[in-house]
């Protein structure tokens, strides 16, 4: 689809932007239009599983770009991991097209409540265990860490000194 609005495509998702920590409910805005000025918000967990969606109304209904903002309430979290969506049906045949996805960290799956996260740059002798016994007084729970950082960290025994790691609170 074509946008008449300036070149810009026809979803833009604003927030939360890739590989943000969110809380529930998840908050997603940007501009956008779609058929009949309307298209669809989901969020899903790492495996697929649909937690949460909305129909959402933006734009004019003739090609116009609206302001939108959704909260999605979560009523599971089965992981840490997992995706917006925005997108639209299509008029033709209903699937799914212009569709913009977001990955994201739920911050209540690592920490509830979830209230944010301090940064942390990593100093030389530092391990996640070692942050997360200094953070939350168990070296347990270095997993919180890792978790919050999977943009970043591949192997949560490898960390570099100078890498700015998220520790969720």
Do not use: W
């Amino acid at each position: 689809m074509t946008n008449p609005a300036g070149g810009l495509p026809p979803i833009s998702v604003r927030q939360p932007q890739p590989h943000d920590i969110v809380d529930n409910p998840v908050g997603v805005c940007g501009i956008g239009t779609g058929f009949e000025a309307t298209f669809s918000a989901r969020v899903r967990a790492a495996d697929g599983t649909e937690l949460a969606a909305t129909s959402i109304t933006a734009g004019t209904g003739t090609g116009g770009l609206g302001n939108f903002h959704v909260d999605l309430a979560l009523s599971a979290l089965p992981g840490p991991q997992g995706v917006v969506e925005v997108f639209e049906f299509s008029a033709e045949d209903g699937s799914e097209i212009n569709k913009v996805v977001v990955p994201v960290t739920f911050g209540p799956a690592l920490i509830d409540p979830y209230a944010g996260f301090l940064q942390y740059t990593v100093q030389r002798g530092d391990t996640l265990s070692k942050l997360a016994r200094q953070f939350y007084g168990n070296a347990s729970l270095y997993p919180r860490i890792f978790e919050a950082n999977r943009h970043l960290l591949s192997d949560p025994n490898r960390i570099f000194t100078g890498q700015v790691l998220r520790i969720p609170q």
